[in-house]
């Protein structure tokens, strides 16, 4: 906490400051394209995407692709949990085994898992299961990753003070290991649920029938382009809103490790 | 087990990883018509560098890709040098960065390329977009670190002008962080720009492979797919060995 000097103006929260910033913008933006200083179909004001926002949440179809959109990421994040943890204690009990995979993980991390896409397309057919298929391999390596780096963190003492004290192996993972890894895997957890939000829309956008992401590629080929803006805001604001859910689990997760 | 013998042992199951990739896609092929074999797909490749189609392509997203993770770095670093240095900038853009972190930056395509049409500059500008932001959230982060330490007392004690302290004192420090950055960031690149081809785009690695998808021209397909996996892969080993010697522990 900052201490305010006697006599010297209370500071201004960063957060009303923010806002008022974001209002600003908005507000410019809508003025000047009032004024007709963008082209309509590159940037519409504000106001109209909000109308094209309501009429999107009016019709049927925004429903079926949003849902089409979280059952597609919660499903891929799912299995990239279930998954991912248990290769990461994998590599790092039998750390040859991890460090054999270790440049392999590390480098698709990023890469190429998108461009099988058309392969799978090609293998499975248009529909959510090719999308899940990559996008679980992309939140999985993440969580992976990070699960190795936790555990090879813990210093050996915790464990040996476990075996001294006369815990069972279950007992050894869950009151030892699991708690003194967390800290560093949940950013991890956090991590591979991005990276699954960011190829499932990514692969809608590319090739699907349904989706947020193909939903906004669509209103861009039709020209309706308020309601394409519209589609951009509810996945961003819905990828914030995750990513907000995510840090407040880690602080409190740290908070009750310390 | 010696530390040699470990060496070996590692460096021979990286080896046997990716003669079992090999062998597995082999077998795929025996399996369904979907896949296909090794030798026509290396055929095409060969074919599409003779050519000529498949050298325009891998040019137009390299420049993409270069020209683009270019801006990233250009804007991003001193962006992230900035929200790390200075705690107003970091108060309050600290969310607006993190939140755009977590969006994925490809919903953006569609709306660069109402600004700036189909072509060269939509595909670079959303690599520099994609880019821009795992470079700065990560300087941000590697600056905030070193903050935090003894270094920002020696830059005082010193009387370090605020160029000095750039270049003596938290370039060297954050090197290594920032080579992963790097890393992170030419993949994003890549991969941005690889899906903004797929979507629309005149020219690409992207492109020819959603137009081989498209006619299900296979060999053809795969053979772009493999190609696009080899630059990533190479770029990313290459920037992967080069942080390794960079970071301190490295002995």
Not at chain 2, 96 to 112: E, H, M, N, Q, T
Request: aromatic share 10%; net charge positive.
């Amino acid at each position: 906490m900052r201490a305010a000097r006697p006599g010297a103006p209370r500071p201004i929260p960063a957060r009303l400051v923010r806002w008022l910033l974001f209002a600003a913008t908005v507000a410019v933006l809508e003025v000047c394209a009032r004024a007709g200083m963008f082209d309509p179909l590159a940037l519409p004001a504000p106001a109209q995407i909000f109308s094209a926002l309501l009429r999107l949440a009016r019709g049927e179809e925004f429903y079926t692709d949003l849902n089409r959109t979280l059952v597609t990421v919660v499903a891929a994040f799912g299995i990239g949990v279930v998954g991912g943890l248990p290769l990461g204690v994998v590599f790092w009990k039998l750390p040859l085994v991890g460090d054999v995979f270790e440049p392999y993980l590390v480098t698709m991390y990023a890469l190429p898992t998108l461009v099988f896409y058309p392969v799978l397309l090609a293998v499975m057919g248009l529909g959510p299961a090719p999308i899940i298929t990559i996008a679980s391999v992309m939140a999985l390596i993440p969580i992976a990753l990070n699960t190795m780096v936790a555990l090879r963190s813990i210093p050996p003492m915790l464990p040996k003070l476990g075996r001294s004290v006369g815990c069972g192996t279950a007992q050894l993972y869950r009151k030892v290991l699991l708690p003194a890894a967390t800290p560093l895997a949940v950013p991890g957890l956090r991590l591979g649920f991005a990276y699954a939000v960011i190829g499932t829309v990514a692969m809608e956008f590319i090739l699907a029938v349904s989706g947020l992401g193909f939903r906004a590629g669509y209103h861009y080929r039709f020209f309706d382009v308020p309601e394409m803006y519209a589609e951009v805001l509810v996945i961003g604001v819905l990828a914030v809103l995750f990513n907000a859910l995510f840090g407040v689990l880690e602080r409190r997760i740290r908070r009750d490790m310390l | 087990m010696s530390a040699a013998a470990r060496r070996a042992w590692v460096a021979a199951g990286r080896a046997g990883v990716v003669v079992l990739v090999l062998l597995t896609w082999a077998a795929a092929s025996r399996v369904t018509d979907l896949v296909p074999g090794l030798e026509p797909t290396l055929d095409t490749l060969v074919d599409g560098f003779r050519d000529g189609w498949l050298r325009a392509g891998l040019a137009a997203t390299a420049q993409a890709v270069a020209v683009g993770f270019g801006w990233a770095v250009l804007l991003g670093f001193p962006l992230g040098y900035l929200l790390g240095r200075s705690r107003v900038f970091g108060e309050l853009f600290d969310p607006l960065v993190a939140g755009l972190f977590a969006v994925p930056r490809i919903i953006f395509y569609p709306i660069l390329l109402s600004w700036f049409g189909v072509g060269m500059v939509a595909e670079s500008t959303m690599a520099a977009l994609s880019a821009l932001f795992p470079i700065a959230v990560m300087t941000t982060a590697a600056v905030r670190d070193v903050a935090r330490g003894p270094l920002p007392k020696l830059a005082a004690s010193l009387n370090l002008s605020e160029a000095q302290q750039l270049v003596k004192i938290y370039l060297p420090a954050i090197a290594s962080p920032l080579m992963v950055a790097l890393r992170i960031g030419f993949s994003v690149a890549l991969i941005a720009a690889i899906i903004a081809e797929f979507f629309a785009a005149r020219a690409g690695l992207g492109l020819l492979a959603a137009r081989a998808y498209a006619l299900l021209d296979l060999p053809r397909m795969f053979a772009v797919v493999l190609l696009i996996v080899t630059v990533g892969f190479a770029g990313n080993l290459a920037l992967w060995i080069a942080e390794r010697r960079l970071s301190p522990d490295h002995s």
